[in-house]
């Protein structure tokens, strides 16, 4: 199983833009969705993730510190797709941004079982 995570790019600081999760073989409304980022020579860093209610409703949001405020994680379990909406952009939100499937509410990428191949984002003037 992989997730597919697009909509990466060059953003100027202050900048948005809007990232996609998707999966053709899970559902994810099921699973928790977790969002992390690897800026260059960096470990892997949690952002932000969205727990599952088991398809009821949409759960909890949850987000780092660096980003509360900016970053809005939602899902469309329609489309089978989890969003993390950008905004006010920094230089530091630079990196590589994976999307992440796991039974649990967790900052740890351990906890996360299935993973997208990761998109890049760069927020440069």
């Known amino acids: 199983v992989q997730l597919q995570a697009s909509g990466g790019g060059l953003v100027q600081p202050g900048g948005s833009l809007r990232l996609s999760c998707t999966a053709s073989q899970i559902t994810l409304e099921y699973y928790t969705i977790g969002w992390f980022r690897q800026a260059p020579g960096k470990e892997r860093d949690w952002v932000s993730c969205i727990i599952s209610t088991g398809g009821s409703s949409d759960g909890s949001a949850y987000y780092a510190d660096s980003v509360k405020g900016r970053f809005t994680i939602s899902r469309d379990s329609a489309k089978n797709t989890v969003y993390l909406q950008m905004n006010s952009l920094k230089p530091e939100d630079t990196g590589v941004y994976y999307c992440?499937?796991?039974?649990?509410?967790?900052?740890?990428?351990?906890?996360?079982?299935?993973w997208g191949q990761g998109t890049l984002v760069t927020v440069s003037s």
């Open positions: 992440a499937a796991g039974a649990w509410q967790s900052s740890s990428a351990d906890e996360y079982d299935y």
